[in-house]
């Protein structure tokens, strides 16, 4: 039965007409200027903010996707929402958003869950009408990329704990292994840091990205060396991606808040990254 989850956001995080968004997201994705990537593509880090402020940045992770047509795509977002579950998805059918349905893919989120309970005792939680922005300002940029469409895998993560972030990563690499699939972790950096201030923890948490060490992500926070608050989500995706082959991250681009709207006083930083694994050997000649 067709139950889609509403957009609470559409017409505030971003537009609502349905080209007015294409022609902004496609217009995000086309002013990228991507650096030459050695490896096969496994999946992204995408910033969440309204698109005005990480649109331009966020641009940089979906045209690393280009070309590519998975089966299935898992969004792994933070939940800035006071649930007590420590891992949330939806109970809906599909995602609305102005550019039509993106249908959930259910069969595979009770894969995930069963992995879940049964290696980590741990479970996924059903949930309807959320108020969540961080896992659906990426879809736009998915059902723009991926024009042939795709099936999601929606998991929100409120529990930012070492121990949830290394089980999910486990358990969605378990389900990926045998299909088509891209991993996208959302995440913002800092927030309300003077920009002088922001761009050195900036720095410092995308240095850790880039040596694809999920564990020094927990450290920065834990040491307030580097902040992310989607820093579980990101670790869960680097996880995945380690056990599915991927050996390298690398950030694409980096801006703050302050460089839209000019006031530097308080600002939040935005990153996007790719995470590759070699490419597999050709055929013998």
Same mark, same amino acid.
């Given at each position: 039965m067709s139950n889609p989850r509403p957009s609470?956001?559409?017409g505030r995080w971003y537009p609502d007409n349905p080209k007015q968004l294409a022609d902004t997201v496609d217009g995000y994705i086309n002013a990228?200027?991507?650096?030459?990537?050695?490896?096969?593509?496994?999946?992204?880090?995408?910033?969440?903010a309204g698109l005005i402020y990480s649109g331009p940045v966020a641009g940089y992770a979906f045209a690393a996707l280009q070309g590519i047509e998975p089966e299935v795509v898992a969004v792994v977002s933070p939940m800035h929402h006071p649930y007590n579950q420590p891992l949330l998805t939806t109970s809906h059918s599909d995602y609305a958003t102005p550019l039509g349905l993106v249908p959930v893919d259910h069969q595979n989120l009770g894969i995930l869950n069963d992995k879940l309970k049964a290696e980590a005792d741990i479970q996924l939680s059903p949930i309807s009408n959320d108020p969540e922005h961080s896992l659906?300002?990426?879809?736009?940029?998915?059902?723009?990329?991926?024009?042939k469409g795709f099936r999601l895998i929606p998991v929100m993560v409120r529990d930012q704990t070492r121990r949830i972030a290394r089980a999910l990563g486990l358990a969605l690499a378990s389900v990926? #292994?045998?299909?088509?699939?891209?991993?996208?972790? =959302?995440? /913002?950096? %800092?927030?309300?840091?003077? $920009?002088? *201030?922001?761009?050195?923890?900036?720095?410092?948490?995308?240095?850790?990205?880039?040596?694809?060490?999920?564990?020094?992500?927990?450290?920065?926070?834990?040491?307030?060396?580097?902040?992310?608050?989607?820093?579980?989500?990101?670790?869960?995706?680097?996880?995945?991606?380690?056990?599915?082959?991927?050996? #390298?991250?690398?950030?694409?681009?980096?801006?703050? =808040?302050? /460089?839209? %709207?000019?006031?530097?006083? $308080?600002? *939040?930083?935005?990153?996007?990254?790719?995470?590759?694994?070699?490419?597999?050997?050709?055929?013998?000649?």
């Open positions: 609470p956001i559409a990228a200027t991507l650096p030459d990537l050695d490896g096969e593509v496994v999946g992204v880090m995408a910033p969440h659906e300002i990426e879809l736009p940029f998915l059902q723009r990329v991926f024009p990926l #292994q045998s299909r088509s699939g891209i991993l996208v972790a =959302s995440t /913002d950096l %800092s927030h309300f840091f003077p $920009q002088s *201030v922001a761009e050195g923890l900036d720095t410092e948490i995308l240095r850790r990205i880039e040596s694809f060490n999920p564990n020094m992500l927990f450290e920065a926070e834990e040491q307030g060396k580097g902040y992310a608050c989607g820093h579980a989500a990101l670790a869960a995706v680097l996880w995945a991606a380690k056990s599915l082959g991927a050996d #390298q991250t690398k950030v694409l681009h980096y801006a703050t =808040s302050g /460089d839209i %709207s000019g006031d530097r006083s $308080q600002v *939040v930083g935005y990153a996007s990254a790719v995470i590759t694994r070699p490419k597999p050997d050709g055929p013998p000649i």
